[in-house]
């Protein structure tokens, strides 16, 4: 089946600097990828939608300048924290389309853990 | 724009019991609801889906039914075993947007 390799799995960071997530299509392409955040016990918070080759979209309240995304090729996507502070620690995850497949599930990554101390 | 409502919000049922989680939505255009399962940790995995042109579907233990006049859809796991146990989102899909319920805490005590 469809996979999608997300990393790292858990990542500490000092308050001001900057961390990058990688989200991967393994064997199978995809034109779009979404980026979430998620909270102890809540649903999943769409942040963005990545496209290849194009800008992202990002969702009402998400800081495109803080969670830089870029989505270069068709298997991969990337989303930056820049400036990380404390309250942008947070479990993240992404998923991605088969461009090959409508109306089809989405795939998810095994999720970022994010702590900034 | 899509909402889907999601209930319960905890689930508790013993081994070897069935337990049902419901689903509505608002959007008639939505076309597409998949069921995922997200255990501690990871991310959410595809267990289910359904398609608008189909009431209902069954997998092993696992079923759906939608029911497209009243927008709403459920997910039914029967003789639940303890590694069921994980939070459950329900999503309805359109036009490659894809809307989530805010997820059912299922524990199945052994």
């Known amino acids: 089946g469809a996979v999608v390799s997300q990393h790292p799995s858990r990542v500490i960071c000092k308050s001001g600097t900057s961390v990058k997530i990688e989200c991967r299509s393994l064997?199978?392409?995809?034109?779009?990828m979404f980026w979430y955040r998620q909270f102890p016990k809540q649903s999943l918070m769409l942040m963005a939608t990545?496209?290849?080759?194009?800008?992202?979209?990002?969702e009402q309240g998400v800081e495109k300048d803080k969670f830089l995304i870029n989505h270069a090729s068709l298997t991969l996507s990337t989303l930056t924290v820049t400036s990380a502070h404390p309250e942008d620690s947070s479990f993240y995850i992404c998923?991605?389309?088969?461009?090959?497949?409508?109306?089809?599930?989405?795939?998810f990554g095994n999720g970022t853990r994010l702590t900034v101390t | 724009g899509e909402n889907v409502e999601q209930h319960p919000s905890t689930l508790s049922v013993q081994e070897g019991d069935s337990a049902v989680i419901k689903c509505t939505y608002s959007?008639?255009?939505?076309?597409?609801f998949p069921w995922y399962k997200q255990e501690l940790g990871k991310g959410p995995q595809l267990i289910i889906d359904?398609?608008?042109?189909?009431g209902e579907k069954k997998d092993q233990r696992i079923a759906v039914t939608l029911n497209k006049t009243a927008k709403h859809f459920s997910l039914h796991i029967t003789e639940t075993q303890p590694e069921d146990s994980a939070v459950y989102f329900c999503?309805?899909?359109?036009?490659?947007?894809?809307?989530f319920g805010d997820g059912t805490t299922l524990t199945v005590k052994p």
């Open positions: 998923s991605a389309e088969d461009r090959g497949a409508y109306n089809s599930p989405l795939h």
């Open positions: 064997d199978f392409q995809a034109t779009t």
């Open positions: 990545s496209n290849e080759g194009s800008k992202a979209t990002y």
């Open positions: 959007d008639s255009a939505s076309n597409y």
């Open positions: 359904i398609r608008s042109n189909v």
């Open positions: 999503a309805a899909k359109d036009a490659g947007k894809s809307t």
